[in-house]
């Protein structure tokens, strides 16, 4: 189930990359962050973790991959946020939302609705948290840098 689950993910992710118009050479690496976000996320609820900090977690994985790749592959980072955030939008959570809203089933449409927008508020929370994350580590590394200097 899980194998299915991450071959899935990687080709979502990579798919998603090609409609992005990310480089050839570029699109393994974004399944393969793709992957990794989602292995994150799966585990995590897995163990019981509810979805929202679950979906933080792998934000933050795949905003920290895309960084690294970003920096190997010297390729702009939206290429693979893009790509590996894909796999963690709760799109069937949203659809399941409005398809209770046309039935009158409000009470679980709202439900459904409020977890899709915390979901979607966890991913952008994850990608945002890491790069300040990455600018703090940077912003050190150039006083070090500039105290050996003088």
């Not at 996320?41 to 991959?65: M, N």
């Not at 709760?90 to 939302?97: F, S, T, V």
């Not at 966890?122 to 580590?137: D, K, R, Y």
């Amino acid at each position: 189930m899980i194998i299915e689950q991450l071959i899935t993910s990687f080709f979502a992710a990579a798919g998603f990359g090609i409609l992005f118009n990310a480089p050839k050479k570029s699109l393994i690496q974004c399944g393969v962050v793709g992957m990794l976000g989602w292995l994150i996320y799966t585990l995590l609820v897995f163990e019981g973790v509810d979805a929202v900090p679950a979906t933080v977690a792998a934000s933050v994985l795949v905003a920290v991959l895309s960084q690294l790749c970003a920096k190997l592959f010297k390729t702009p980072i939206i290429i693979f946020n893009v790509s590996g955030i894909i796999p963690l939008v709760p799109g069937g959570l949203a659809y399941d939302a409005m398809r209770n809203f046309v039935e009158n089933d409000y009470n679980v449409a709202i439900q459904l609705a409020a977890k899709a927008l915390l979901i979607s508020g966890a991913i952008g929370l994850g990608l945002v948290f890491s790069e300040i994350i990455n600018q703090v580590i940077r912003k050190a590394k150039w006083k070090k840098d500039k105290i050996t200097k003088s």
